[in-house]
């Protein structure tokens, strides 16, 4: 990345635009799989029923906005079963 954009310079840091990598929480493992063998193909994605498309975002909130909805959808469920907080974020 140095050798594309000059980063000792702060204006130059400014510049520079980030790509997040939002997670489906339906399938957790899947960062773990991206981690360790990179993402899947769009054939093989497909034969598994996850979107064949890399989900990128250049906000943060974008890329957690599914996790967040999906911990706030399980602490209504929680709260009128009684149950507390039982489910990780």
């Known amino acids: 990345m140095e050798v594309?954009?000059?980063i000792t310079n702060i204006n130059s840091r400014?510049?520079?635009?980030?790509?997040?990598?939002?997670?489906?929480?339906?399938?957790p493992s899947?960062?773990?799989h991206v981690i360790e063998e990179g993402f899947r193909s769009p054939d093989e994605a497909k034969k598994l029923g996850i979107c064949p498309f890399v989900p990128l975002f250049n906000s943060l909130l974008c890329a957690d906005l599914p996790r967040i909805t999906q911990y706030?959808?399980?602490q209504k469920v929680n709260?009128?079963?009684?149950?507390g907080t039982v489910f990780p974020i």
Do not use: C, S, T, W
């Open 79 to 83: 709260n009128k079963l009684g149950k």
């Open 14 to 27: 400014r510049q520079l635009e980030y790509l997040f990598y939002g997670v489906d929480p339906n399938i």
């Open 72 to 74: 706030m959808e399980h």
């Open 30 to 32: 899947e960062l773990e």
């Open 4 to 6: 594309l954009a000059d």
